[in-house]
T-cell receptor
Framework: GDSVTQMEGPVTLSEEAFLTINCTYTATGYPSLFWYVQYPGEGLQLLLKATKADDKGSNKGFEATYRKETTSFHLEKGSVQVSDSAVYFCALGGAGSYQLTFGKGTKLSVIP | ETGVTQTPRHLVMGMTNKKSLKCEQH?????MYWYKQSAKKPLELMFV???????ENNSVPSRFSPECPNSSHLFLHLHTLQPEDSALYLC???????????????FGEGSRLTVL
């Protein structure tokens, strides 16, 4: 079945540091890939997405590229801010399925 | 504001109580979902409704009973819960796309449930 593996947290960075959160997936066919973010006390919000190979999703300074050859969708940001502190979830949506398969989440803490 | 509203935001109940969680979406979506989020565990899909018909039930105990009277409203009825059911319950909605797949999910802020 489909699965998503993302790096274990928590991750602690200083403000303006470079962020990478690794995500790899296993799926049949051509899934869509997503990054969701959950701020403290809130539900999940879509951060960015990519629907086909080599697509790059971007939003709020975050980027991720759909790499079919390495089955990866790593999240990056060049300069993190304290307000980026949250839990980040990688997810995939298989063709023909109503379900999204989520990774376990990576907690990011950014300190001033 | 995601267009998905959940009430109540916080609920404390005893093991013999009956309560319900409510979810409403204002996005014109045709699929709705219940997820359970527990500390240190992956997000667990509980139920999926497509056009009011239940299409997924991931081996959820019968003490959780979903109801979807129309494509905009979703309920989760709770009865004789256990302390280990304490968690954040998240509702989501999506538009079903061609081929039967799901577009992106839009989540509510969740209902934090504590079972004493």
């Amino acid at each position: 079945g489909d699965s998503v593996t993302q790096m274990e947290g928590p991750v602690t960075l200083s403000e303006e540091a470079f962020l990478t959160i690794n995500c790899t997936y296993t799926a049949t066919g051509y899934p869509s890939l997503f990054w969701y973010v959950q701020y403290p006390g809130e539900g999940l919000q879509l951060l960015l997405k990519a629907t086909k190979a080599d697509d790059k999703g971007s939003n709020k300074g975050f980027e991720a590229t759909y790499r079919k050859e390495t089955t990866s969708f790593h999240l990056e940001k060049g300069s993190v801010q304290v307000s980026d502190s949250a839990v980040y979830f990688c997810a995939l949506g298989g063709a023909g399925s109503y379900q999204l398969t989520f990774g376990k989440g990576t907690k990011l803490s950014v300190i001033p | 504001e995601t267009g998905v509203t959940q009430t109540p935001r916080h609920l404390v109940m005893g093991m013999t109580n009956k309560k319900s969680l409510k979810c409403e979406q204002h996005l014109g979506h045709n699929a709705m979902y219940w997820y359970k989020q527990s500390a240190k565990k992956p997000l667990e899909l509980m139920f999926v409704y497509n056009f009011k018909e239940q299409t997924e039930n991931n081996s959820v105990p019968s003490r959780f009973s979903p109801e979807c009277p129309n494509s905009s409203h979703l309920f989760l009825h709770l009865h004789t819960l256990q302390p280990e059911d304490s968690a954040l319950y998240l509702c989501a909605s999506s538009r079903i796309i061609a081929g039967g797949g799901s577009g992106e999910l839009f989540f509510g802020e969740g209902s934090r449930l504590t079972v004493l």
